[in-house]
């Protein structure tokens, strides 16, 4: 039997993006990384309900045979966004408990179209 069949790596996780403009598409990426074995849950909450319309990218296997992955929530804030806290979720079979990033959402003016 070889070690490299039952090595468990816990995930590490990042949220790059924080603030959103209003009115304006957004991508919030949730980046999950060196994590063994490949199975793992990301799920993103609003104020701490589940929101279910995030997609995730496919399993990266890197180099060292651990992996990566990346759930992106995407939608299109108001002023009634501003101060919601959401936070991407990680259950992993290494965690104790789920790994989370919470941070308040931060909605900016939106992207000013010159009319001349």
Not at 38 to 55: Q, S
Not at 89 to 102: D, F, K, M, N, W
Request: net charge negative; charged share 15%; proline share 7%.
């Amino acid at each position: 039997i070889s070690a490299s069949s039952t090595f468990s790596v816990a995930p590490r996780i990042s949220v790059p993006r924080r603030s959103a403009i209003r009115n304006t598409d957004t991508y919030i990426p949730c980046h999950v990384w060196g994590f063994h074995p490949e199975d793992i849950t990301v799920t993103w909450l609003r104020d701490g309900r589940v929101l279910t319309d995030a997609i995730r990218s496919a399993p990266q296997k890197n180099l060292d045979g651990t992996f990566n992955v990346t759930s992106i929530y995407m939608f299109t804030p108001t002023d009634s966004d501003s101060g919601s806290i959401f936070s991407c979720h990680v259950s992993h079979s290494t965690l104790a408990q789920p790994l989370q990033v919470g941070f308040p959402l931060d909605v900016t003016g939106e992207s000013v179209l010159e009319t001349y």
